[in-house]
């Protein structure tokens, strides 16, 4: 007998995924009939024509066959074949074999050295694990935070549905508490003392508060003042800190700057706050969401509490070795004077220059649309505007009428939790700046005939 519906476990059956919902499913199956769909619905670069960066591809490459480095003469840079040996040998028996759990030493130990020149403070190895992607740091975070059904996680609203869903997958308790859209999606320790005192009240332990920054879908930077009132506010509850912070080159306002927790932490000097950050391949100017690169790395965890998430990491053997590697040229890019330096920072601010037109072209266009609003793109890879609708018609059956009629699949934004109430949707920046064009006209034009 097959496997039946029924027997699925509750948790399951309640996850969802609206990056991938019901929405970009529709989406796939109009293209398979053969229309044309713009798909917004996901931050992943290189389906939008974004080049990978050559430096880490062709690092990648010869770690990949090794047997290029005589095969091929005078194709690869000197530094590329020097990286790529000096990666060989710190994997010790190349990318077929596995690593440690928590990652290839050599490259946790590039991992600590880059954030030691980021942020001015000390790092430790053992305290870093590569891992598939952002996402699955994330996953191994909350599996350990989360204990029991009374367990809570606070999560901004609105957030990235890897939060709503691992947290439900995990059995615990979503606490949601709400970004001030009205000021540029910042966050108030008034919001965070609301959600957490509606959880407590309501009998939930809550364990940790989540941060997107720069916010996945808002794209809101926060300044060192917001950072240090989340710490002060962690101190205070007893709770851990997960930082998001895979959009931290993503940032597009003159005036602005990434501040990562683990900095603002350590000049605080703070000790009794546990923290988990988070960066990724995936995101930034590589792009390279395919190749499931990223890294977790944790402050004040005791060590039979690190020696657990060791354990929960080592379930999976390791990350996949392609993805560290990847990292490793994350972190270790090339320097000025190097042969690769003058195209890899080409290649760089080429990305990241178009980023910083598209938000701007993106979101001025849906603001000049009557009933629609959008707040200053200042981060990372999205806008997420409001929407105002016709009486009784939700966001759902807004984004499912607008890919119908027009091929633009977005995602409703009660996929990511918003005010009741309020009605939104969110769109990546990264369609080239004609599709753009081609979005915010049809857009303009669906939304005024929307009924
Ligand atoms: C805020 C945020 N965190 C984590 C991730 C997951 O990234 P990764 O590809 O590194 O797993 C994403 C992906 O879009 C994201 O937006």
């Not at 935070?145 to 809570?152: N, R, V, Y």
């Not at 309501?202 to 300044?223: E, F, H, Q, Y």
């Not at 546990?274 to 890294?295: D, I, M, P, V």
Request: glycine share 10%; charged share 20%; net charge negative.
């Amino acid at each position: 007998m097959t496997i039946r519906f029924d027997q699925l476990g509750s948790a399951v059956l309640r996850t969802e995924y609206a990056v991938r919902g019901p929405v970009p499913t529709r989406a796939q199956q109009l293209e398979r009939e053969g229309r044309e769909i713009i798909f917004c619905n996901i931050g992943n670069p290189q389906a939008f024509e974004q080049k990978p960066l050559t430096y880490p591809r062709q690092v990648l490459a010869l770690c990949q066959y090794p047997g290029l480095m005589t095969e091929a003469p005078g194709i690869f840079p000197e530094d590329v074949i020097a990286t790529a040996r000096a990666v060989l040998e710190g994997t010790r028996y190349g990318l077929g074999a596995y690593s440690d759990s928590t990652g290839v030493r050599f490259i946790r130990e590039a991992v600590g050295a880059f954030i030691q020149e980021r942020d001015g403070i000390e790092t430790n190895a053992e305290a870093i694990y590569l891992t598939d992607g952002a996402s699955k740091g994330v996953q191994g975070a909350l599996r350990l935070l989360i204990s029991g059904p009374q367990d809570g996680i606070m999560i901004p609203l609105p957030q990235y549905p890897l939060y709503s869903a691992t947290v439900t997958l995990y059995e615990g308790q979503q606490v949601g508490y709400y970004l001030d859209e009205g000021h540029d999606w910042k966050l108030s320790r008034e919001m965070l003392d609301e959600s957490l005192k509606q959880a407590t009240d309501s009998g939930i332990k809550v364990r940790a508060i989540c941060v997107i920054n720069p916010g996945n879908p808002t794209g809101a930077v926060l300044d060192c003042a917001n950072i240090s009132m989340v710490i002060d506010f962690a101190r205070e509850h007893d709770l851990a800190i997960l930082a998001d912070e895979v959009y931290q080159e993503n940032v597009y306002l003159q005036g602005d700057r990434f501040l990562s927790f683990a900095k603002v932490m350590v000049e605080k000097g703070e000790r009794d706050v546990s923290l988990f950050s988070f960066h990724s391949c995936s995101k930034g100017f590589l792009g390279e969401c395919g190749l499931r690169g990223g890294y977790m790395e944790v402050r004040n965890i005791p060590p039979d509490v690190l020696a657990q998430l060791t354990k929960l990491q080592s379930v999976a053997l390791c990350a996949n070795l392609t993805g560290q590697v990847a990292t490793y040229c994350m972190v270790r890019p090339p320097k000025p004077g190097e042969p690769s330096y003058p195209l890899y920072a080409q290649e760089r601010d080429s990305v990241l220059g178009e980023l910083r037109k598209r938000a701007v072209l993106l979101a001025e266009g849906l603001n000049r649309i009557p009933g629609i609003q959008c707040n200053v793109v200042a981060g990372a890879m999205y806008a997420f505007p409001r929407i105002t609708l016709p009486a009784g018609r939700t966001d759902l059956e807004y984004c499912m009428a607008l890919l119908e009629r027009t091929g633009i699949c977005v995602v409703p934004g009660s996929g990511f939790g918003q005010l009741p109430g309020t009605a939104h949707f969110r769109t990546t920046i990264l369609p080239p700046t004609d599709k753009i064009r081609v979005v915010v006209e049809r857009l303009s034009a669906f939304h005024a005939s929307y009924r």
